[in-house]
């Protein structure tokens, strides 16, 4: 049930491209995304509520494929405050309101 | 400024003793959760609490107890039968559950550890 992330950890040099991917085995309703800093509480992102929809957020955007139950994070032109793991959380059909989150991927910005 | 206070930042726990997490929230949201996160394991739902004197267990209700007597307010009590406590805990709330457009806001959480 818990949806797994991609990959589990990824270090970029400044102006560097990621892309984090999520992936269910259950039929999704939306896709939450967070950003967590070690010890501090995570970050809302952005919500993915419809199959194909892709949202931005300055230079993070995001993708859901509503058919696959998969959806991607990208960050583009990596600034070091980007540093930190990011979680999916999904919500299926039936328990809308109550996410599951995946395991993170840590992401590490350099200098 | 609304948000989410957890309190205390840090908890030491005894073998055999019950502890109580705080969670308070000015949001005015319905809908509270705590999650327990341990490393590498992501978020993982211990309660919720769509409405107030009403909550439901989640994926590892075993060993922790809650209430819900206020809109604001949503503790959390590990018990002595939760075996393996040591982990960060994580209070959030909603507007309401049964919403999906709705973002959780967290509080800074509260690192238990046993003694």
């Known amino acids: 049930q818990q949806p797994v992330q991609s990959p589990q950890a990824v270090i970029l040099r400044e102006g560097e491209d990621a892309v984090i991917n999520c992936s269910s085995s259950?039929?999704?309703?939306?896709v939450h995304w967070y950003r967590q800093k070690h010890g501090e509480a995570p970050v809302f992102l952005m919500i993915?509520?419809?199959?194909?929809e892709q949202k931005g957020h300055e230079k993070i955007s995001a993708s859901f494929n509503e058919k696959k139950q998969q959806s991607s994070l990208y960050l583009t032109a990596s600034q070091l405050s980007y540093s930190g793991t990011y979680f999916c959380?999904?919500?299926?059909?039936?328990?809308?309101?109550?996410?599951?989150f995946g395991k993170g991927t840590k992401l590490s910005v350099k200098p | 400024d609304g948000g989410i206070t957890q309190s205390p930042k840090y908890l030491f726990r005894k073998e055999g003793q019950n502890v109580t997490l705080s969670c308070e929230q000015n949001?005015?949201?319905?809908?509270m959760y705590w999650y327990r996160q341990d490393p590498g394991q992501g978020l993982r739902l211990i309660y919720y609490?769509?409405?107030?004197?009403?909550?439901q267990k989640g994926d590892i209700a075993e060993g922790y107890s809650v209430s819900r007597e206020k809109k604001e307010s949503f503790p959390l009590t590990v018990t002595s039968a939760q075996k393996n406590p040591t982990a960060f805990y994580l209070c959030?709330?909603?507007?309401?559950?049964?919403?999906?457009?709705?973002?959780?806001?967290f509080g800074d959480g509260t690192r238990l550890s046993i003694l």
């Open positions: 959030a709330s909603s507007i309401s559950t049964g919403i999906s457009n709705q973002p959780q806001h």
């Open positions: 259950k039929a999704l309703y939306s």
């Open positions: 993915l509520l419809k199959g194909g």
């Open positions: 959380g999904t919500e299926s059909r039936g328990s809308q309101g109550n996410l599951i």
């Open positions: 949001l005015n949201h319905d809908a």
């Open positions: 609490s769509q409405i107030v004197n009403d909550f």
